[in-house]
């Protein structure tokens, strides 16, 4: 009784402590809360003044800057008024100039001016309207004020809705009043303005002149329009300062809102923002409201949790006594368990503990106690009865395995020979449970089924691995055909299914499966499968074959006969022999790069044509392809651009065929195709090359780059050109070579005439080499002359060819023969040499003008050949110009470029020639350090009849100028030409008009030719 008399006042005790504890905590959480709340509304006004503060700031620098705007305008009319006459044209500019404003403004309505009289004299909508505007309020004021004056809003007359008069005073010339120049002010655009900032919906922004005016009001209510502010009690704070903040209850509409403001520093304006108290507050009084019920919420929390705490007072007696029963029952438990049995917290330390187990080990119950480290009670244990391991480590390596699978079981062999089987498993709370089990005999048994199983896996194991590492498939059929053994690769070799991979299973149906399931190449149907296992089961027990899969594979099959009957079959992949085979053989016959055939493959089937074309076969076209300006793409890219373009052609060119059609590359950039001739075969040859010139035409992408080449086709038809495999080839490259002579990137079709031609281009070059080695060729020099002085100051070189034939030949008969044939090259030597030598003889003012070859440019040794005929002549290299065409210079650009600035180091003038007839390209001119532009005689004949040439010729000559370039006219032939050009601003000028090209002894370098007049005195 005294017992329980003493537990119930320990209770009544700790529930008194309780109910306070629930009290204090309580009125400390509400009053925290209270003051947190009273805390944010503090902050929201501090944010609230702030953000307003700041956009009332950015919003009155916007009105300053449109009324400056308008100041600015207002200026320069009263300017304009005040030193121009206002007559009709000074009228028409303002209303020009008004009207231009309101148009790119949207902040303008319109603009006037209203003279002393109140009459309006310029208007932005045109002509002045009638009446008086006398009566407006703005004419009064500047009648005695000059400075800038913004109205209240009123209605236009003209415009339509209200504006904002902002105005100036301008004076007569005597200083008198004179009117007021009037700029209208679109109050919509500062509404607008204010409509687009985010705000609340009963926020407002007011624009308020200084005189107490309201000017724009946001929202926008018309009755407020104008409405006097002098007794508001925001203009009653403008009067002490010029900025702040404050709460206002609005007159306009009654809301209370929070204010800030501030006045203009350069204009007699002042703006404030207001945000809705109500507004403004509401998530505070949102997050307020939600905190005092969270707070309820928590301290009914408390309350009841205060009354669990008293209730779980008076269950702690019960629950003890209850324990200590609980505990009775699991000693008992633990004592008569077979096995041993112990418990650690997560520290290592021995909770509980059964004798069985202490039994087990043989160990101390004077050390095996409750708190115990289990590092002590395994080092005692390997002490008595033995460990296989480390008794730390053997700690450390159960417990990872706890941590990473939340059970281990140890086996280990005690020093008696016992074998024990420990079995920890993990608990909550980081602890474990260990089950220790004597399997002694358990073991014993298992290690002699083990030894035998051991044996025969030994067995097993070598002769798997025997099969295994094969690298060919084997199997093994006995006498009755059925499957013995097989190693693992015969399976993959033959994609055999699991489920024949057993003892017994037919040959037959091992065979249908394969032939079934398409593993084989062969017909799947049910009669050729069954037909091809017929054919394989009667095969002999020691033959060979090979069998091709659908995939492509090659496996070579041996088999063996064994002794008794049955047979073994070795498998051998020989898909990369067959591979290689097929590679060489491929190889031989195509083109490495493209994949084409190459010349061999092509002669090869033009021959099989050619004979059956002679035994009445179909007709066939032969097509010899050569690219155009494939050189300047190695030139300009590399051989690997080159080798990816021909890729890619050999490509196109096959889109463009038909099956029946062989596409070849010969070599280089040269291509071959054999075509069926067809019912049609000169519509189709045709049809044909069109569609390759179309395909190669397109421009090519080579690394980022963009290329564009052309075809050469040369065409030979069988059999109307022939028969013979080599007249065709012949006749194809006949054509093709007429095409090249003709312009590229085109076609020909074999026309008996080529080959005279081809016979009469082999002599003309012979002779043209002759020519050379007889020096036949002789220089005429064609005066260049000063248009100013209008005397001789230069010449230029041009060659004629004195033919033991046909007397003296014009430059234009061989040189483009001698470009084809690479024979400009010693021509130009000879050409260079003897213009120097004879120069060297001629006054030193006289410039000495020679014409350089593509072919020269491209050879890449140009300037060591100049630098010894100067050399050799002793000619200034000041004296000596060389002319170059555009075309000259389109491959190849930077070594051309390279050699040109040598070229020009040593002081030698470079003139752009025939310039406005071919690319006419500006970059050129800027590229290269050219010193002057020749004007085609093609413009000069044009130019007095033909507009366009007129203004090529002064394109060019503004261009020169522009780049400080001089000019040359070449082909002046009448004084006409020549005024004119003098006239447009050519520097320099060569032609009939003043000398036909004559040998340097008929040159007379004192000469001045006559002027226009002179001439038509004469």
Known sequence: MMARRSGNGTAQRLATRVAWFVALACTVLIGLEVSRIVTQRSTVIANARLQTANLTKSLLQHAELTFRTADAILIGVVERL????????????????????????????????????????????????????????????????????????????????????????????????????????????????????????NSAVILVSTNGTLLVRRP??????????????????????????????????????????????????????????????????????????????????????????????????????????????????????????????????????????????????????????????????????????????????????????????????????????????????????????????????????????????????????????????????????????????FAELYDVPEKFLKVGTPYEDIIADRFTRGVTKADTSPEAVQAKVTELSSLARDSHRVDELADGRFLLLSRQPMPGGGWLAIVEDITERKRAEAEIVHLARHDVLTG???????????????????????????????????????????????????????????????????????????????????????????????????????????????????TSIGIALAPEHGTDPEGLLKSADLALYAVKANGRSDYRIYQPGMLENAASQQTAESELRDAIAREQFELHYQPVVDVTTRQICGVEALVRWRHPVKGLVGPDQFIPLAESSGLIVPIGEWILQRACNDAAQWPAHIKLAINISAVQLKRGNLFEVILCALVESGLDPERLELEITETSLLENQEAHLATIRQLKNLGISLALDDFGTGYSSVTYLT???????????????????????????????????????????????????????????????????????????????TVRYPSVKQNMVA
């Open 220 to 489: 926008f209510v018309e009755a407020n329009v104008g409405r006097d502010m002098t007794n508001s009690v925001i203009f009653a704070q403008l009067k002490q300062a010029p900025s702040g903040s404050l709460e206002i209850k609005a007159s306009i509409d009654g809301v209370t809102r929070f204010n800030s403001y501030e006045q203009g520093q350069t204009y007699p304006i002042f703006v404030a923002v207001a945000q809705n108290m109500n507004e403004l507050l509401a998530p505070w009084k949102a997050n307020a409201i939600r905190r005092l019920i969270e707070t309820a919420a928590i301290t009914c929390f408390i309350l009841v949790m205060g009354a669990f705490v008293w209730r779980a007072t008076k269950d702690l007696a019960r629950n003890s006594i209850e324990l200590r029963e609980t505990n009775t029952r699991f000693d008992a438990a633990l004592a008569n368990m077979p096995t041993g049995l112990s418990m650690f917290d997560a520290d290592g330390r021995l909770m509980v503990c059964n004798e069985r187990y202490i039994e087990l080990y043989g160990m101390s119950p004077d050390l095996v106690t409750r708190g115990a480290d289990i590092y002590d009670i395994v080092a005692h244990r390997k002490l008595i009865s033995g460990l296989d391991m480390d008794a730390r480590t053997y700690v450390d390596e159960f417990r990872n395995d706890l941590l990473k699978d939340g059970r281990s079981v140890k086996i280990s062999r005690l020093n008696d020979g016992r074998v024990m089987s420990v079995t920890n498993t993990a608990i909550s709370g980081g602890g474990w449970i260990a089950i220790h089990e004597d399997i002694t005999e358990r073991v014993s048994d298992e290690e002699a089924l083990f030894n035998q199983a051991a044996e025969l896996a030994r067995i097993n194991l070598r002769f798997d691995a025997a099969l295994s590492h094969m690298t060919q498939g084997l199997s093994m059929f006995d006498e009755r055909r059925r499957l013995v053994v097989w190693n693992k690769r």
């Open 82 to 201: 005040e030193h121009e006459s206002l007559d009709a044209v000074t009228h028409e500019r303002l209303r020009a100039w008004f009207a231009d404003e309101v148009r790119h403004s949207s902040q303008f309505v319109s603009f006037a001016v209203i003279d002393s009289d109140g009459a309006m004299i310029v208007s932005t909508f045109g002509e002045a309207p009638s009446g008086q505007f006398s009566d407006r309020e703005y004419l009064a004021y500047h009648r005695t004020h000059d400075e800038l004056h913004i109205g209240a809003p009123i209605r236009g007359r003209k415009a339509e809705g209200w504006l904002i008069p902002v105005t100036r005073r301008y004076n007569k010339p005597d200083g008198t009043f004179g009117g007021v120049a009037v700029a209208g002010i679109n109050p919509q655009y500062f509404q607008d303005f204010y409509d687009r900032l985010e705000l609340d919906n």
């Open 596 to 710: 084409l055939a190459n010349r061999a493959e092509f002669n090869e089937k033009l021959d099989e044509a050619c004979k059956r074309l002679k035994r009445g076969g179909e007709a066939i076209t032969v097509m010899m392809l050569d690219l155009d300006r494939f050189k300047a793409v190695n030139d300009m890219f590399g051989h690997p651009a080159g080798d990816e373009l021909l890729i890619e052609v050999g490509r196109r060119l096959k889109s463009t065929l038909r099956e029946t059609d062989l596409l070849a590359r010969l070599g280089g950039d040269e291509f071959a195709i054999i075509q069926d001739g067809g019912p049609s075969q000169h519509e189709g040859a045709i049809a044909l090359a069109l569609r390759i010139n179309s395909a190669i035409a397109e421009p090519f992408e080579l690394g980022g780059f963009e290329v564009n080449v052309g």
């Open 927 to 1005: 590229n290269f350090p050219f010193d002057k532009i020749k004007i085609d005689r093609t413009f000069t004949h044009g130019v007095l009849e033909r507009r366009d040439y007129a203004a090529v010729v002064s394109s060019v000559l503004a261009l020169a100028k522009g780049l400080d370039k001089v000019t040359t006219v070449e082909g002046i032939e009448t004084e006409e030409q020549f005024e004119y050009m003098r006239s447009a601003g050519v520097n320099l000028a060569q032609g009939y008009l003043f000398s036909r090209p004559v040998p340097a002894s008929q040159l007379d370098f």
